[in-house]
Structure formats: structure tokens, C-alpha cells
């Protein structure tokens, strides 16, 4: 092919892009259509952010952008066939009722709202909070500005069910909408920053990485609406836990396990590291001391309160096979622990563990505590990563590892926090990883495993059939290996000599 055959045989191939309408449109359609954006990424090979980064501006190229006009254009046309098709009496309402009066309505426009003042305050009926007005006898606001949600551009509310069921909605600004088209900030979060950065994947992760902090905080904000327990954020702290110099650590100790075995039976190991995935996801979930700490003294524990102790500790005599549930520590005598730590020694004391003798009690600073104060912004960080794993979608997965785990190392004396100081919850927080990783390590040594090594929070070295004791897989409940290492030599030469020993 001569240089002028290729050069035509390239213009015959060339092709002009599908077009695709405007990114407030793209969504429309999809949302008309009650399709979620995790239906439409499906259908079309990809990951539901990068649907949403389409929504928000972002446009696709080569093979997927066809695909993707075809949808939209598919959409326009079932919506034109279904607004042709709807049979007379179901008509969108008007602003005349079936009473023959005019009549202003929650989804009327903007300009339409000649609301009727109220003598009293009155729950709005989309988003609970006071208002002064009333509208077709029902109290709302009518700046969506005051609404307790703000307008987020659904499209008109259609009258008529296309099911026999019922549908559950949801305020949204002065409509409603469908729960499961309820907004999810870190889903859109992640597709606002693809957008932004027209799809480079390491600087949106970079992005939404340097904001996880005040994200975490809004997204535990709105976790906590409704919540039975209002979250003292500022208290009054006890020295004890504020840092001794400027660079120093405060008085608490963490119990944080760095524990080898000391000894391995004779032969060659194969050792296999185990990461306990989310342990300081998992760790939300611990009792918490919902209001300021008050001082105590005696030798009782309340379990319907939880803080810091200070206690001499129990003799350990299982450093052979078990790390110390108080880690490394060398100085003798009384110390603070948190209460995970007191929890954990307190119940290997007890009948069925027998493994020490009970943790002697001096003074506490403790308060009413709870296990659920952080669980609706756990579960909800749970829940993404899960999404996030089974779509392949490593923005999100980075994002909301970024969330839980600055969310706690950020509550103390932080100058990157000054929302929640709770320098108790965070030692509290680590605590409770520390513990949940020593409760593994005795299940393998129950289970007939050689636990070799225990580290910080989410680090288990174990000898033996490991898969039988844990599930494998990024689930918050399960493990993946981490690294795996030979540990000593074969005792017979020959096989010695096979390894080049």
C-alpha cells in the first residue's frame, strides 16, 4: 500500500463521534427511567463513579461513547413513547384539583407558591423543621433554601403507579423521591472528582484523599441525625489525656501487640503473614463514652460505662505461644489502659479463658457509654468499600479507607480535626483493633495454628492451614495474605541440599 492508499484507506475509516446530550440531561433521562447509575455502568461494562462522572461533564470516547449515546438515545424514545401512551386521567396535576379550585401543590414551581402564613411554627411535612407557612394545608418552606434538603433538580413527580406496590420516598428539597435514589455523598463525592480531573484516576484518588477528614465529618453528621445519643464533641478531657510535652504522648497506654514468638519447632517454616482487613473499620464498633468523663475510685467495673482505667495489670505467663493483651511493656507498676484493653483482661480472667488473674482496679474517668454511637457512619463506610471491592472501583475504595482511618488518628490534639476532639475515642478506637487482632490470634492458636508474630492492628504471622481458620477475600470479616517466608533449615541434608542449603 503506497503512502496515499494508507492515507485514504485512513480517511475512509474515520468517523464522527456519536453525539451525547447535555450532562444535567444525561442524568435526567437515567432518572426517569428509574435506573440507578450502577444499572446503566453494568449494562455498559463500567463502574457505576464512571457513569457518574459522564453525569457530571465528563465525556466517554471510542467504542463505550457509542454505546452510551445508544442508551441515552434509547431512553429519550421510551420516555416520548410512554408520555404518548399515558391514557387520560393521568395527566400530571395542574394547579387545578379535582375540586375545580386552584390549588398550589409541593411540586409546583417556584413562582407558583402563594403560601398561607401559619400563627405558630410547624414541622415542615419534607423535612421536619420549623416553618412559617403552609401550603395546601400542609406546613412547609417556601424558600428551598430554609428546607432542611436542598432541591437536587429531580424532574416533575408523575402521578399514577406503573405497579401494584407502594413505593417508599424520601423528602428532597419540596419533592420527594424514591429511598433508593437517595443521595449517597460518597458515591457522588467520588464522581465529582473523576469529573474534575477528566478521568485521571490517581489525581481524583489524590483528591478525595486530601478531604477525607471534613467528608468523614459531614458524612458522621448526617449518620447521626435522628440519633437516641447527641455526641459531646469538645469536652472537658482529664490531663491524662492530654499530651505531657509538645511532641509527647499523654498517659494512656494502647496495649498496641509487636510480639515474636520466641521459639519455632525445629525445621523449615513456611510462614504466612495474614492483613486483617478494616481493623480500624471494625473497631467503630466499641463502647463509647457518649458525654464528658467523670473520676471514680474503687475497685468495681461498670459495663454500662466505659473510659479510661488506671490498674496493675496481671502476671502473664503465655508469652511462648500468645502475645501480652497489654503488648510490650517493660516498666512495672499501675498504668492507664483503655476500656477495650480492661474488657479484654477481664474476660481472659474469667472461667472460660482462665488465663490470668483479673486486673486490679485503682480510679477511672468514665462516662454513660454505648456500642452503637458510631454504627450508622460504620456501617455506611462498610457498606461502600463492599460496593466499591465488588465494582472494581479502587477511587472509592482508597476514599473511604482515607475517611475511617484520618476519622479516628485525627481526634485528638489534631490541627487537621477541630470539629470533634475526643482524644478518648480515639485511644478507645485503636484499643478495640488491638484487642479484635488478639482474639484472632488466640482463635488460630485454639484452632491448632503456630502464631508466630502479632503487630499492631491488622498484621497476623501464622505456621499451618490458615483457610480452614479464616475466610479468605477484602471483606471486613475476612483476611488476605500479606506476605509470605521461609523460617529455618531441614534437619535432613539431603532435602537441605535441594533448597541450596
Same mark, same amino acid.
Given at each position: 500500500?503506497?503512502?496515499f ?7 475512509a475509516?474515520?468517523?464522527?463521534e456519536?453525539?451525547l446530550p447535555?450532562?444535567g440531561e444525561?442524568?435526567a ?7 440507578s447509575?450502577?444499572?446503566?455502568a453494568q ?7 464512571t457513569?457518574?462522572g ?21 431512553a429519550r424514545?421510551?420516555l ?5 401512551a ?5 395527566e ?18 417556584d413562582? !407558583?407558591? %402563594?403560601?398561607?402564613?401559619?400563627? #405558630?411554627e410547624q414541622?415542615?411535612?419534607l ?5 412559617r +407557612? =403552609? *401550603?395546601?394545608?400542609?406546613?412547609q ?16 413527580a408523575r402521578?399514577?403507579s406503573?405497579?401494584?406496590?407502594t ?6 428539597g419540596?419533592?420527594?423521591r424514591?429511598a433508593?435514589?437517595?443521595p ?5 463525592a467520588?464522581a ?6 477528566f478521568g ?10 486530601a478531604r477525607a ?8 453528621d448526617g ?8 455526641i459531646?464533641a ?5 490531663d491524662?489525656?492530654?499530651k505531657q510535652?509538645?511532641? !509527647?504522648? %499523654?498517659?494512656?497506654?494502647?496495649? #498496641? ?11 523449615? +517454616? =513456611? *510462614? ?10 471494625s ?12 473520676h ?11 473510659g479510661?482505667?488506671?490498674?496493675t495489670?496481671?502476671?502473664w ?12 511493656r517493660d ?6 489502659v483503655t476500656?477495650?484493653t ?7 480472667s ?10 486490679e ?10 456500642e ?8 455506611a ?5 463492599e460496593?466499591a471491592?465488588?465494582e472494581?472501583d479502587?477511587v472509592?475504595v482508597?476514599?473511604v ?6 476519622f ?5 490534639e ?11 475515642w480515639?485511644?478507645?478506637?485503636r ?15 485454639e484452632?491448632?495454628?503456630?502464631v508466630?508474630r502479632?503487630?499492631?492492628?491488622d ?15 477484602r ?7 500479606k506476605?509470605t517466608?521461609?523460617v529455618?533449615?531441614d ?11
Open positions: 500500500m503506497t503512502d492508499e494508507a492515507i485514504d484507506a485512513l480517511l475509516g474515520a468517523r464522527e456519536a453525539p447535555p450532562a444525561r442524568r433521562l437515567r432518572e426517569e427511567l428509574n435506573l447509575q450502577a444499572q446503566v449494562a455498559l461494562g463500567v463502574g457505576p463513579s457513569v457518574g459522564w453525569e457530571a461533564g465528563r465525556d466517554p470516547s471510542g467504542e463505550v461513547r457509542d454505546k452510551y449515546a445508544y442508551f441515552l438515545e434509547g424514545t421510551k416520548a413513547e410512554r408520555a404518548t399515558r391514557p387520560a386521567g393521568h400530571p396535576r395542574t394547579a387545578e384539583d379535582e375540586e375545580g379550585g386552584p390549588q398550589a401543590s409541593p411540586h409546583d414551581g413562582d !407558583g407558591d %402563594d403560601g398561607e402564613a401559619l400563627h #405558630r414541622p415542615c411535612v423535612c421536619g423543621r420549623p416553618a +407557612h =403552609q *401550603v395546601a394545608g400542609f406546613p418552606h417556601l424558600d428551598p433554601g430554609e428546607c432542611g434538603t436542598a432541591p437536587t433538580g429531580e424532574s416533575d402521578t399514577g406503573e405497579s401494584a406496590g413505593v417508599r420516598v424520601v423528602p428532597a419540596r419533592r420527594v424514591t433508593d435514589e437517595s449517597d455523598p460518597i458515591r457522588e467520588v465529582a472528582a473523576l469529573a474534575a480531573h485521571d484516576v490517581e489525581a481524583a484518588t489524590a483528591a478525595l484523599v477528614i471534613p467528608d468523614a465529618m459531614a458524612l458522621l449518620t447521626r441525625r435522628g440519633g437516641r445519643y447527641d459531646v469538645h469536652p472537658w478531657i482529664p491524662i489525656l492530654r510535652t509538645a511532641r !509527647g504522648p %499523654d498517659r494512656i497506654w494502647e496495649a #498496641r501487640p509487636k510480639w515474636a514468638r520466641p521459639e519455632l519447632p525445629t525445621g523449615r +517454616h =513456611q *510462614v504466612t503473614a495474614l492483613d486483617i482487613n478494616g481493623a480500624y473499620l473497631a467503630l464498633k466499641t463502647h463509647l463514652p457518649i458525654g464528658q468523663l467523670e471514680s475510685s474503687g475497685f468495681g467495673h461498670d459495663r454500662r460505662r466505659a479510661v482505667h488506671l490498674i495489670p496481671p502476671v505467663e503465655h508469652d511462648a505461644v500468645l502475645p501480652n493483651p497489654l503488648g510490650n516498666e512495672p507498676g499501675p498504668l492507664w476500656e477495650p480492661l474488657r479484654l483482661l477481664l474476660r481472659l474469667g472461667p472460660k479463658y482462665a488465663l490470668c488473674d483479673p486486673p482496679i485503682h480510679e477511672s474517668f468514665t462516662s454513660g457509654a454505648t452503637n454511637l458510631l454504627e450508622k457512619f460504620r456501617v463506610l462498610k457498606e461502600a468499600r460496593r471491592i465488588a472494581e479502587e472509592t482508597e476514599y479507607k482515607a475517611m475511617y482511618s484520618k479516628v488518628s485525627t481526634m485528638g489534631s490541627n487537621y480535626n477541630r470539629e470533634l476532639y475526643r482524644p478518648d480515639m485511644h478507645l478506637i484499643s478495640q483493633a488491638f484487642a479484635n487482632l488478639w482474639m484472632k490470634a488466640y482463635k488460630a492458636h484452632e491448632g495454628l503456630v508466630v502479632a503487630m499492631g492492628t498484621e497476623l504471622h501464622v505456621l499451618g492451614e490458615w483457610r480452614r481458620v479464616f475466610p479468605e477475600g471483606g471486613v470479616s475476612e483476611v488476605k495474605v506476605d517466608y521461609t529455618g533449615c534437619t535432613d541434608p539431603v532435602a537441605a541440599d535441594e533448597h541450596g542449603d
